[in-house]
Every structure is written in C-alpha cells, then in structure tokens.
C-alpha cells in the first residue's frame, strides 16, 4: 500500500519520524514553493516489507531491498532558514521536532543540516511519488 | 429502527459488562458475598464466602474474584528501582571489566566492599540491556575516535526506536555518521541497536 501520511497535530510526528528516519535526501532537492509556503524535500525510501532473499548464508542474507521515490512535504511556511556547514551533498533525516510556542520546525539529521522553518500551523505531509529509484542488494543479519 | 437497534445492543452490553466485571454481590452489612467464588480456591481464599481473606485493611477485591493490594503500584516503583540499579550494575561491570579483559569489574568489587553485592541479578533483563548498552556505546565511540584519527567528521547520537532491526523490530539505536567536509555524498551512517523500544 502506498505510503500516504499527514500530521496536523504533535502528537502524529512519530509516525512521519518513523516513515524518514534513517532516508537520506540530496539538498538540490529541497525545494521551497514560496507562492504556496511549502517546503518539498524529495527523499529515498527503502521498503524492507518488499524486500526479496536472494541468498542464505549461516545467519546472513542476501536481500534486494527496493528504494523509492518520497516526498516530505511541510505547509503553511513563513520563513525558512537552511544552513549546510558540512557541504556534503546528502544527508539523512533523523527526526522531526516542532516547538509550538515558537511554531518552529526543526528538521533533525545524522550528517548535519540546518533545516529550520516557522509556519501558521502544523501540516505535514509524507507521500509515495510511485517511482521506484532502484534495487538495492545488501547482506543482512538473520 | 437504528436508534431501537443501538438502545437494544447498548442494554445488552451493558447487562454483558454487569456480569462479566462483578463476579458475585457483596453483602456490607456481613462483611461477607452472598455467592460462592465463582473461580473457586483459585481465588486465594479457603473461604469461598469470605471478603478479602478476611483483612480488608491490607486488601481489596473489586471484582469479586481474588483480593488485590492496592498499593501494588508502588510494589512496581520499588521494581522500577531495582531494574535502574541493575542496569547501571551492567553498564559499569562491563566498562570498569575493559569488556571482559579482566574477571572482576571495579564496580563488582566496589559493591561487595559496601556489601550490597546481592542486590544484583546478574542473570536479570536490566542488567544484560546495561552491559549491551555498554559494548554498543564502546563500539561507537571507538568506531567515532577511529574516523576522527583518519581525518572524518563525526557525530554519534543516541536515536529513538525507528529503525527497523530486521526480527527484533524498530529498537532505541546509537548512531555513528561519518562524512567528509566538502566532499560530495560522503555522509554513512553505523547503527548498533540497543536492547529496548
């Protein structure tokens, strides 16, 4: 089933958190939609549920994980401030945390990026775009 | 004709929950039930009539099946306790042992000088996540001073329970990133799971 979130209050942000933690996204592809206030972070998404065992070996596996295309999308922007100290292109999200008395979401990463925004109210969206980017192959445990 | 239908399902299940939470009724004026146990000596009680095994001070038994403590909650603060104490005992074995290097930890031997050495299940959950969390947190660190030494950016976090651990499920994670500055796609991540949600 195609994945199709959205978050109006804090108390849904664990599960955007849990749909893009550990995705990583390119900085080219934050894009801020400044007519509509919208701040679009296209990210890949591994689906380990579609995953495929290739090989067994011992404990290990050999799986074919499919990665798709997603997109995070946050509404109602007033301002938005992104810092790259780091320059390194990629990074992958960690958490997202909003601060209500100061209407500030902060976008949580491994690799550091500063993603700060301030918005009107709380809407965050999660979606599917339906592209699939590749299979990726790695070796797992159990 | 719905509402008719939703009144009769609502009288049913109240009737359903009636006699389904209070087993039998109690008689204030005896001290005692008017019907026998329905689950029998189960209930903890050689008198099948009797109300709390006859101590209703210590004793409750709100369903009229077996008698509860109600101050049980803090029975479970006191096991709370007694978990920290034990996982803190496992961390600090397994960090003042070098991991095994030696036979016995400093802070084994710091508690049998207090004498409070019995005070930890070595064989217990809490203490097993505390030396866990102990080799994971060594594993990332050294993993981090490792990267540093060959001229990498670090970062280690302690992560919620987001990551997917295969079987076990999405686990609370260190997380070791590593990157290059300036160099593009440079950024890995090393997770090691810890063993709680």
Redesign the interface.
Known sequence: MPLNIVADQSNNL?SI??AI??C?FDKEDIVFHKDSSILEIKFDREV?ENRKILKNFLLLKEVQIPVIECILRIYHIKTCQITDT???????F??LEYDPNRSQICVRT???IDIKVTVNGLRIAVEETGRKLEDKVTW??? | MVKLMRLVLLVTAILIFNSAVWARIYDPGNGRFLQEDPIGFEGGDVNLFAYTENNPVNYTDPWGLYSENPFAFFYDLDNFAIGTSNFSAGYGDALTSLFGFFDTSLTEQTREELGINWNADECGGFFRAGRIGAYSWAAITSGAVGARLVGW?T?V?L??P???F??FG?LSHL?L?Y?????????R?I?FPLPWR
């Open positions: 664990p958190t849990d933690h550990d990583w380990p780091e320059k390194v292109g990629r990074y992958d960690n958490k491994g690799v550091p797992v445990f159990f | 950016q970062r976090g992560h919620g987001h990551h997917q295969g079987r999405r997380q990133n990157w290059k500055n300036g160099i593009s796609k440079s950024g991540a997770r």
